[in-house]
């Protein structure tokens, strides 16, 4: 079939199928130009286009498809067009894991980036997919020294966010297990990440000591989800003694305990207490951390502790190939960390949200008296709080939507297996949270049964 042709019938079938009355086509010169074809080429596929009526030709303004009456054919007007959504403004929003602007050290990080980024980087090759060794090391320095981890820099693998990393693990441990145990109530992010590759999720509900072992001992997985230090979302502590029943649990079965340090450097009341791998003597956890609450979300910067053998099975697999976190984020972060401005930075973001945290709870006690009870209190960046007094929860969700009041409850992130209203103060300056507070005690009220 000759060229002119073909591109007649393709030009054809867009029209009828894809175009729209009034679209203008690409001239001849652009066209001849897309696909490789001489002008008279596609003057003459034109030329017969024009002939049959796809479309009409208007002097020094080139070529557009006309009304052809095709029952295939979609003209502008039959095309409904879905209104947008409008936005809601809030003029409070209580997000739980936000921090405030002012606290991310901005002069600092942006000059550390420039002292960075010198001649000595190489941007003409391919980062270690299992992050900068130079930031591993500094990552490892400080896990051992603060948080009690026992690693070297080359257990270390640094991630693009907790859900990239838990994919991971997910993938490096499918031939090996086919189900996870989760806590009850949990992280709905680690529950989704293993359904997606196949796993089934055995809940396990929380006690006062965090993970029933008891009830883990009666499912079939040999691998389990905890956070330890600062339960999510219960905020509960698993005591020594249960650390150690679980590392033993985990060594008799042969399972692996997926360790997740969520929020363990902002406690307000006691030290933060130290990781449960590093009592493991059994190379049976993985660990893992971040620097979102701590430092910035934004960064996107998280990394995990793998046992020797896992090690060796990650730089065999395809992902260690790649790198998870762009090279001038590394470097700045890796002098942010030599440097000694980190500890410096948490213990200033420390006290700042203590003030913010105790602020809050004050504001609450204030505002809304003995209508409501605190259910978790002391870390991360949020106080959840329950109604202590009949309350219709629609009832304040609407309220909240209508006086541009963003509220969070535990339930949209657990499942519905646990429920509390998420109040967060990280996101707020000191001065705006009576304000916020005072704001939202006017929906509470009137959201009594």
Same mark, same amino acid.
């Given at each position: 079939?000759?060229?002119?042709?073909q591109?007649?019938?393709?030009?054809?079938?867009?029209?009828?199928?894809?175009?729209?009355?009034?679209?203008?086509?690409?001239?001849?010169?652009?066209?001849?130009?897309s696909?490789?074809?001489?002008?008279?080429?596609v003057?003459?596929?034109?030329?017969?286009?024009?002939?049959?009526?796809?479309?009409?030709?208007?002097?020094?303004s080139?070529?557009?498809?006309?009304?052809?009456?095709?029952e295939?054919?979609?003209?502008?007007?039959?095309?409904?067009?879905?209104?947008?959504?409008?936005?809601?403004?809030?003029?409070? +929003?209580?997000?739980?894991?936000?921090?405030?602007?002012?606290?991310?050290?901005?002069?600092?990080?942006?000059?550390?980036?420039?002292?960075?980024?010198?001649?000595?980087?190489?941007?003409?090759?391919?980062?270690?997919?299992?992050?900068?060794?130079?930031?591993r090391?500094?990552?490892?320095?400080?896990?051992?020294?603060?948080?009690?981890?026992?690693?070297?820099?080359?257990?270390?693998?640094?991630?693009?966010g907790?859900?990239?990393?838990?994919?991971?693990?997910?993938?490096?441990?499918? +031939?090996?297990?086919?189900?996870?145990?989760?806590?009850?109530?949990?992280?709905?992010?680690?529950?989704?990440?293993?359904?997606?590759y196949?796993?089934?999720?055995?809940?396990?509900?929380?006690?006062?000591?965090?993970?029933?072992?008891?009830?883990?001992?009666?499912?079939?997985?040999?691998?389990?989800?905890?956070?330890?230090?600062?339960?999510?979302?219960?905020?509960?502590?698993?005591?020594?003694?249960?650390?150690?029943?679980?590392?033993k649990?985990?060594?008799?079965?042969?399972?692996?305990?997926?360790?997740?340090?969520?929020?363990?450097e902002?406690?307000?009341?006691?030290?933060?207490i130290?990781?449960?791998?590093?009592?493991?003597?059994?190379?049976?956890?993985?660990?893992?951390?971040?620097?979102?609450?701590?430092?910035s979300?934004?960064?996107?910067?998280?990394?995990m502790?793998?046992?020797?053998?896992?090690?060796?099975?990650?730089? +065999?697999?395809?992902?260690?190939?790649?790198?998870?976190?762009?090279?001038?984020?590394?470097k700045?972060?890796?002098?942010?960390l030599?440097?000694?401005?980190y500890?410096?930075?948490?213990?200033?973001?420390?006290?700042?949200?203590?003030?913010?945290?105790?602020?809050?709870?004050?504001?609450?006690?204030?505002?809304?008296?003995?209508?409501?009870?605190?259910?978790?209190?002391?870390?991360?960046?949020?106080?959840?709080?329950?109604?202590?007094?009949?309350?219709?929860?629609?009832?304040?969700?609407?309220l909240?939507?209508?006086?541009?009041?963003?509220?969070?409850?535990?339930?949209?992130?657990? +499942?519905?297996?646990?429920?509390?209203i998420?109040?967060?103060?990280?996101?707020?300056?000191?001065?705006?949270?009576?304000?916020?507070?005072?704001?939202?005690?006017?929906?509470?009220y009137?959201?009594?049964?």
């Amino acid at each position: 079939m000759p060229l002119h042709i073909q591109l007649f019938n393709g030009l054809k079938d867009d029209i009828i199928n894809n175009f729209t009355v009034g679209d203008k086509l690409p001239s001849i010169r652009k066209t001849a130009s897309s696909y490789n074809l001489s002008k008279n080429t596609v003057q003459s596929a034109y030329s017969q286009l024009y002939a049959e009526g796809y479309i009409d030709s208007y002097p020094k303004s080139g070529y557009y498809v006309s009304d052809t009456n095709y029952e295939n054919f979609t003209s502008i007007k039959d095309i409904k067009i879905e209104p947008l959504k409008e936005k809601i403004v809030y003029k409070y +929003n209580f997000f739980p894991v936000r921090l405030s602007k002012d606290i991310f050290p901005l002069k600092l990080w942006k000059r550390l980036s420039a002292k960075a980024i010198d001649k000595t980087l190489d941007f003409g090759t391919y980062l270690d997919g299992q992050g900068e060794e130079g930031l591993r090391k500094e990552v490892a320095k400080y896990l051992t020294s603060s948080r009690g981890v026992k690693c070297m820099a080359s257990n270390i693998v640094i991630c693009n966010g907790f859900a990239e990393a838990m994919g991971l693990v997910a993938k490096m441990l499918k +031939n090996r297990y086919t189900s996870l145990a989760c806590e009850s109530p949990g992280y709905y992010i680690t529950k989704k990440v293993f359904e997606d590759y196949g796993y089934n999720i055995d809940n396990v509900s929380i006690d006062e000591n965090g993970l029933n072992l008891e009830q883990l001992k009666l499912t079939n997985s040999k691998l389990v989800y905890i956070t330890p230090s600062h339960q999510y979302p219960t905020s509960v502590t698993m005591p020594i003694s249960n650390r150690l029943k679980l590392l033993k649990w985990a060594k008799d079965v042969g399972g692996i305990i997926i360790e997740d340090d969520y929020d363990s450097e902002l406690s307000y009341i006691h030290r933060p207490i130290p990781s449960l791998q590093g009592l493991d003597h059994y190379e049976k956890t993985i660990y893992f951390g971040t620097f979102s609450k701590s430092l910035s979300p934004a960064l996107r910067v998280c990394y995990m502790v793998l046992p020797d053998f896992l090690i060796d099975i990650y730089q +065999n697999s395809f992902d260690a190939h790649f790198p998870k976190v762009s090279l001038t984020t590394q470097k700045t972060l890796e002098l942010f960390l030599q440097g000694g401005y980190y500890e410096k930075h948490l213990r200033k973001i420390r006290t700042l949200n203590r003030k913010k945290h105790n602020i809050l709870k004050e504001c609450l006690i204030k505002y809304l008296k003995d209508t409501f009870h605190i259910e978790t209190r002391g870390n991360g960046l949020s106080i959840a709080i329950n109604p202590a007094v009949a309350l219709d929860m629609t009832k304040l969700k609407q309220l909240a939507i209508e006086n541009r009041i963003k509220l969070y409850f535990a339930s949209d992130i657990s +499942n519905g297996e646990w429920e509390a209203i998420r109040m967060g103060f990280g996101g707020f300056m000191e001065d705006e949270i009576e304000e916020a507070v005072k704001a939202f005690s006017q929906i509470w009220y009137k959201a009594f049964k």
